[in-house]
């Protein structure tokens, strides 16, 4: 069972940036990773992926600002946020599948199986 957990996170103002990072316990070259991110009142939401054959979704409202990357010699997951706006505001969560399955959409929280504790992201205007 593979532990992940994410760092990075904090407060900035709005255009600001942040890079947000996940360390897995174990290699994940052979999982499908992603960000997902969830607001009070509303429902988890995908952010970006990287799949196992090395596609990368986003979300379009984070599109041109944020990119996901990895470094799999560090069981690292990362996520630069840049031109940071106050709807990103969030508890960010790094996310992993149990292998490489086909998948239609690997931005829905049913692809992953293991969940990070999260960590925070606030954006002032």
């Known amino acids: 069972q593979v532990q992940l957990v994410e760092s990075g996170g904090g407060s900035v103002q709005a255009g600001g940036s942040l890079r947000l990072s996940c360390v897995a316990s174990?290699?994940?070259?052979?999982?499908?990773m992603g960000w997902f991110r969830q607001a009070p009142g509303r429902e988890r939401e995908g952010v970006a992926a990287r799949s196992c054959g090395g596609s990368t979704p986003y979300a379009d409202s984070v599109k041109d600002r944020f990119t996901i990357s990895r470094d799999n010699a560090k069981n690292t997951l990362y996520l630069q946020m840049n031109s940071l706006k106050a709807e990103d505001t969030a508890m960010y969560y790094c996310?992993?599948?149990?292998?490489?399955?086909?998948?239609?959409?690997?931005?829905?929280?049913?692809?992953?199986?293991?969940w990070g504790q999260g960590t925070q992201v606030t954006v002032s205007s």
């Open positions: 996310a992993a599948s149990d292998s490489c399955p086909p998948v239609w959409n690997f931005l829905q929280t049913d692809v992953y199986k293991y």
């Open positions: 174990e290699s994940t070259s052979m999982r499908h």
